[in-house]
């Protein structure tokens, strides 16, 4: 298991990756940072009973960043619920570690006393009356988590301004049956939110939380972050100027001289539950700076009848410890990123050539996966990017078709505790190029009609494309639902922004049968508009 050190910690947790353990932000101070709410000094209406309540989850990332979970949970069988952590500043002492079942609060002022009583004590009517606390607060749990209790009975020592309540510890399990959770930015709802949408709730969280949080121990963090509304983390597979054989036999050799990716990736997610059941699922992907290099050097010395082949080779495969946060006994979310070089050919007789593509995609891309409705999923954005292409052929006789891709596959395992098990894969093949080369001749000159122009060289015809794929499987309780893979997007002939240069010709004096590096034959095959594969 992959750990990068402080800040973010690596927890073992069913979705077999790397994950971000979250602890529980105090939902006051949060607000307050914003602007969202002012403080009051004293606040009675914390003390009132609804049926959900908001939980914020959060840790410091990498590179300053802010790792969210926004909760809101909606209380069962109808049962109302009460945040300790909203209304805690009103207390002196709290006590959850007594042997006899009784929690015990002791409050500041006799008004805010009188307000919980008059609140609470509808429970000692009934013995069926009774209310759900959810606590935030040292020693009413376990470290770094909330717990939840059920509040059966009230009663009270008014000369000391202090209720004891007879509570007993329900666990996650049973309750958490039905909420909206947003990872990866804050959506903060107002103190009584309505269930809604989750494009009704976006508010985007900026650089003004300061100071809300203290050091990174006790998880506080002092002066100016950068809190990206996403998760955001790098995607580095490769290293540039590293030589990985791909293919490699009597007839056909292939190298990969030069692939790799670099950039990040930023996500946003949001998942609703009812009575343990999945409603809605979407994970959005975004590419940050994403760059990519895929160049080939392949060496081939066949027959002069068409031989085929067709090879994919994983060449790298990493955990990716930043992209995964885990909501102890809620929710948890990894990720792995897998780069994959494919090659599909067809040649006879020899050749010698380096050829590739570099590219890089625009900011604006967007990749969105929606789990319940597919035909919602989606990747937009991608047409804007650029290309730089390279044809280096030292030696041609007969014909080579070769297509080849580079892939990088970020999968996401997500585990809904009690619900299922839910695997999510993008397919990003950035780039692909596709080259048909063959041999040509031309008495009069195969370039020019000059004097002294080249009669020998190749013709070139080739197309550049982008594809984004998406597969999608779960196992929701005892059954499994039929994997889903399909192709959101693809783009052939794009990018057409690279310099253009002079053909594939040779001197005609020359008997090294070597062409320099050319391009201008390029244009008008990469113009040719192709149907999508």
Request: net charge negative; hydrophobic share 40%.
């Amino acid at each position: 298991m992959v750990t990068l050190g402080h800040p973010i910690i690596s927890g073992e947790n069913s979705t077999g990756y790397s994950t971000a353990v979250l602890q529980p932000i105090n939902v006051n101070d949060f607000e307050a940072a914003n602007g969202i709410r002012r403080r009051v000094a004293e606040d009675f209406s914390n003390l009132e009973l609804s049926t959900q309540a908001q939980l914020i989850y959060g840790r410091p990332g990498n590179d300053g960043q802010l790792l969210l979970a926004n909760m809101t949970l909606y209380a069962p069988d109808g049962l109302q619920m009460v945040m300790m952590e909203r209304f805690e500043p009103l207390t002196s002492a709290v006590d959850c570690n007594g042997d006899d079942g009784l929690m015990s609060l002791n409050f500041k002022s006799q008004g805010a006393f009188q307000r919980a009583l008059d609140t609470w004590s509808f429970i000692n009517k009934a013995q069926e009356k009774q209310f759900l606390l959810i606590a935030n607060h040292d020693g009413c749990g376990p470290q770094d988590e909330r717990q939840a209790y059920r509040i059966t009975q009230i009663r009270e020592d008014a000369a000391k301004l202090t209720t004891f309540l007879t509570a007993q510890k329900v666990p996650w399990s049973d309750i958490a049956g039905t909420y909206d959770l947003d990872f990866g930015r804050a959506i903060i709802s107002s103190k009584n939110p309505q269930r809604q949408g989750l494009s009704d709730k976006v508010t985007n969280i900026g650089t003004d939380i300061t100071n809300f949080l203290g050091d990174t121990d006790d998880f506080m963090l002092n002066g100016d972050a950068d809190f990206s509304k996403s998760i955001k983390f790098p995607v580095h597979v490769g290293t540039p100027g590293e030589v990985h054989p791909i293919v490699s036999s009597t007839l056909f050799s292939l190298d990969c001289t030069d692939c790799y990716i670099t950039g990040s990736f930023q996500v946003t997610g949001h998942l609703s539950i009812k009575d343990f059941s999945l409603q809605d699922f979407s994970l959005s992907g975004s590419p940050q700076g994403l760059a990519a290099k895929l160049e080939l050097a392949t060496n081939i010395r066949a027959p002069y009848s068409p031989t085929s082949l067709n090879y994919t080779r994983e060449l790298f495969s990493m955990d990716v410890p930043e992209a995964g946060i885990s909501v102890p006994k809620i929710f948890d979310l990894g990720a792995w990123i897998t780069y994959e070089v494919g090659v599909t050919t067809t040649f006879a007789g020899s050749a010698n050539m380096t050829f590739g593509v570099g590219a890089s995609l625009p900011d604006t891309a967007v990749v969105t996966a929606n789990f319940r409705n597919p035909s919602l999923s989606s990747a937009t954005g991608f047409d804007a990017g650029q290309v730089d292409p390279s044809f280096d052929l030292q030696g041609l006789s007969a014909g080579v078709t070769v297509a080849a891709f580079s892939q990088a596959k970020l999968s996401f395992g997500v585990d809904i505790h009690k619900v299922g098990r839910l695997d999510i894969a993008y397919a990003l093949k950035l780039p692909g190029i596709e080259a048909h080369l063959k041999a040509a001749y031309n008495q009069a000159g195969l370039c020019s009609t000059n004097p002294g122009a080249s009669q020998t060289g190749a013709k070139l015809d080739a197309d550049l494309f982008v594809a984004v794929d998406l597969s999608l499987d779960a196992k929701l309780g005892s059954s499994t639902t039929p994997s889903l893979a399909f192709r959101l997007f693809v783009s052939q002939n794009l990018f057409l922004s690279f310099l253009v240069r002079s053909s594939l010709c040779s001197p005609a004096s020359s008997s090294s049968n070597i062409w320099p590096l050319a391009y201008t034959s390029l244009i008008t095959a990469l113009n040719r508009k192709k149907p999508s594969p």
